[in-house]
């Protein structure tokens, strides 16, 4: 009887304070002595305060390997709470997960396997969007690297500069 009543009490303040809206913020940090943020969260933080306090540089946010978006989620709303109104959000991933396993990543010491991390563009979209992210403000890349990543590409998006590149790739 306690457990459901404590649960009823205690589950609903704990998905407020994961909100992304509330655990990106700066208001969050005021409770990083009972929470905390997981290293690659705590990493992000770094390089947006970086980029919007210590060098206040303009420019976008690249991600490549985006899987779920828990880190490009995290950096959306750093940047937001940050005052980055203008940065643009590139997602760049196969979206059909890791690629057959081929090379120096076939020796067996690696366990990773075709179709690993395949998150499609839809519930990529689905995912960022409930978690608060503007989906205005994103431009999502579906393709393998090495069919995406060339001058024609580069020439269709509107990238400015970039002041963050954050490489997710396991292979």
């Not at 206040?56 to 940047?79: I, R, T, W």
């Not at 396993?101 to 076939?106: A, C, E, L, P, T």
Request: charged fraction near 25%; charge should be positive.
């Amino acid at each position: 009887m306690i457990k459901k009543i404590l649960k009823a009490i205690i589950s609903p303040i704990y998905r407020a304070l994961m909100c992304p809206s509330f655990r990106y913020s700066r208001d969050f940090m005021g409770f990083q002595g009972i929470f905390s943020y997981f290293a690659p969260e705590e990493m992000m933080q770094i390089a947006i305060d970086l980029v919007a306090r210590v060098f206040k540089l303009e420019g976008d946010y690249l991600e490549f390997g985006v899987y779920e978006g828990q880190s490009f989620v995290s950096a959306f709303h750093f940047a937001q709470s940050r005052n980055l109104k203008s940065m643009k959000f590139y997602a760049f991933d196969s979206f059909e997960g890791l690629p057959k396993i081929k090379g120096v990543d076939s020796d067996g010491f690696c366990s990773y396997h075709k179709g690993q991390y395949a998150c499609d563009v839809n519930k990529f979209k689905k995912i960022i969007s409930s978690k608060g992210v503007d989906l205005n403000k994103v431009k999502i890349i579906p393709g393998w690297y090495n069919e995406v990543l060339n001058e024609e590409t580069k020439k269709k998006l509107p990238i400015r500069k970039a002041s963050i590149i954050w490489i997710d790739c396991d292979l």
